[in-house]
Each structure stands twice: as structure tokens, then as C-alpha cells.
């Protein structure tokens, strides 16, 4: 069935670092892309999504391309902020229906 | 005003107890969810609903049902609860599936079964 992967986690960083976040998914067909962030004490948001192959979605810094030939969709900051500390989920969706498969999460830790 | 909203946001049972949780949403969609999130785990989805006269199961249904009592309203019950339910529990909505099925989130209620 369809699944994604994260990297574990805890991530941790200093202040300004690059960040990336790796997932790769297991799918049939062509379904769409998403990472989910979530600060804490809250639910998840949106926060980029990617419905084709090669798109590139983008928001607050954060960039992820979606690879169909390896399968992935990495998740990247060029410089990341304290605020940036989170949960962040990678899922999918497939084509034909209107489910979102999560990933287990990678928590991200930021220091100044 | 939050557009999804869950009540309570904290609850702390004993086993064997049954437990309502609700969700509410001001959004206008028709399709409404409930998730469990554990450490390690991620989100697994429990039941949904694409409107009000439709109900499915999702990746572990066991142990719970859900009542969609209007196109806002979409509750989650554990009829006898047990300890391994013990989690945060999410609903979410979304509309049109033309959209690319994102999804709204609720904040979440902390479920305690002791």
C-alpha cells in the first residue's frame, strides 16, 4: 500500500543553519505531496504542497521539489529561525482518493 | 475565531468508561476526519466522512465510532475505553477534492485513559 518515510528525528540546529528533512514515498500512480508543520501545543498546517511531478513548492523559506524519479520530496531551509521549531510531517494523497497518509514526524530543534 | 474546533482539549478518564470527543468546523466543507497521533507513530487515521450520510473506516477503527450529526459536526466516541487509547486525538476537514485534499486541523484534544 502506499506509505511515506521521514527521517528520524530529533533535528538540531543552530540559528541560520541549513536544514533538510528527508522523505520518500511508496505509491501507485501520481498522487500528490504535502508537508505539515506542527508548532507546538497546536494542530498541523499546511505548509507546502506539490501536485506534479518536478513542482517545486515553496512558503516561509522552506522548499521542496517533488522527485518522481527517487521518489522524494525533501524538505529544506536555506537558513532556519528558533520560531522553525516543530513537528514537521511529510504525507500524500493519492489520485482517486481524498486521504492524507502521514509519515511519523521529524522534530526539529533550533538554537540560538 | 478558529475554523475547526475541538472540544474538550484535555480529558482524563478511567478504563472501561465511555468518552465523547466532538469537532466543529465554520468552514462550509463537506468532509470531515478523525486522527490519532502517537509518539513514533505519526497520524493514523480512525474514520471519515465525505458528508453527512456517509461514514468509513479508516487504518484503525476499532474501538471507536463517530456520529456526523450535521455538515459542522463530526464526533468521535470510545464506548468502553482502555488505556492503549491513550493519545492526541485530530480532526481535520477539507472541501472540494479538486483542491488537492488539503486539509484543516482542529487543535487537538489530549486523551488520558487511566
Known amino acids: 500500500g502506499d506509505s511515506v518515510t521521514q527521517m528520524e528525528g530529533p533535528v538540531t540546529l543552530s540559528e541560520e543553519a541549513f536544514l533538510t528533512i528527508n522523505c520518500t514515498y511508496t505509491?501507485?500512480?501520481?498522487?500528490?505531496l504535502f508537508w505539515y508543520v506542527q508548532y507546538p501545543g497546536e494542530g498541523l498546517q499546511l505548509l507546502l504542497k506539490?501536485?506534479?511531478?518536478?513542482d517545486k513548492g515553496s512558503n516561509k523559506g522552506f522548499e521542496a521539489t517533488y522527485r518522481k524519479e527517487t521518489t522524494s520530496f525533501h524538505l529544506e531551509k536555506g537558513s532556519v529561525q528558533v520560531s522553525d521549531s516543530a513537528v514537521y510531517f511529510c504525507a500524500l494523497s493519492p489520485r482517486t482518493g481524498d486521504k492524507l497518509i502521514f509519515g511519523t514526524g521529524t522534530r526539529l530543534q533550533v538554537f540560538p | 475565531d478558529a475554523d475547526v474546533t475541538q472540544t474538550p482539549r484535555n480529558r482524563i478518564t478511567k478504563t472501561g468508561k465511555r468518552i465523547m470527543l466532538e469537532c466543529s468546523q465554520t468552514?462550509?466543507?463537506?468532509?470531515m476526519y478523525w486522527y490519532r497521533q502517537d509518539p513514533g507513530l505519526g497520524l493514523r487515521l480512525i474514520y471519515y466522512s465525505f458528508d453527512v450520510k456517509d461514514i468509513n473506516k479508516g487504518e484503525i477503527s476499532d474501538g471507536y465510532s463517530v456520529s456526523r450529526q450535521a455538515q459542522a459536526k463530526f464526533s468521535l466516541s470510545l464506548e468502553s475505553a482502555i488505556p492503549n487509547q491513550t493519545a492526541l486525538y485530530f480532526c481535520?476537514?477539507?472541501?472540494?477534492?479538486?483542491?488537492?485534499?488539503?486539509?484543516?486541523f482542529g487543535p487537538g484534544t489530549r486523551l488520558t485513559v487511566l
Open positions: 505509491a501507485t500512480g501520481y498522487p500528490s
Open positions: 506539490a501536485t506534479k511531478a518536478d
Open positions: 481535520a476537514t477539507s472541501g472540494d477534492q479538486a483542491l488537492n485534499n488539503e486539509q484543516f
Open positions: 468552514k462550509g466543507h463537506d468532509r
